[in-house]
């Protein structure tokens, strides 16, 4: 059975970082593109970054330069190092498959940016 677990979030301040870790049960997890995504409230869900097999990665405008997302095929986990954290990247981030969605969407993780 397909499962995300998502962990890592936190308050931080504005500036901070945090590192998102997320753990899929996946079979033939290093074949997926993986992709980070998040949801604010009152906002749809959107796209953060996604990943390829291979390790070439794409971010959203509004996280690019700050956002570094990652794999570790041998552990079936996807990260998301988040740096220059603002007011705007409060929201839960969820992590699943891209560009199709398998199996459902996890817990997800809260980030709060606050001072």
């Known amino acids: 059975q397909v499962q995300f677990v998502e962990s890592g979030g936190g308050l931080v301040q504005p500036g901070g970082s945090l590192r998102l870790s997320c753990a899929a049960s996946l079979s033939d997890f290093g074949a997926y593109v993986m992709g980070w995504y998040r949801q604010a409230p009152g906002k749809q869900r959107e796209l953060v970054a996604f990943?390829?097999?291979?390790?070439?990665?794409t971010y959203a405008d509004s996280v690019k330069g700050r956002f570094t997302i990652s794999r570790d095929n041998a552990k079936n986990t996807v990260y998301l190092q988040m740096n220059s954290l603002s007011f705007e990247d409060t929201a839960a981030y969820y992590c699943?498959?891209?560009?199709?969605?398998?199996?459902?969407w996890g817990q997800g993780t809260q980030v709060s940016v606050s001072s």
């Open positions: 990943i390829r097999s291979g390790g070439a990665t």
């Open positions: 699943n498959t891209y560009p199709t969605y398998v199996g459902p």
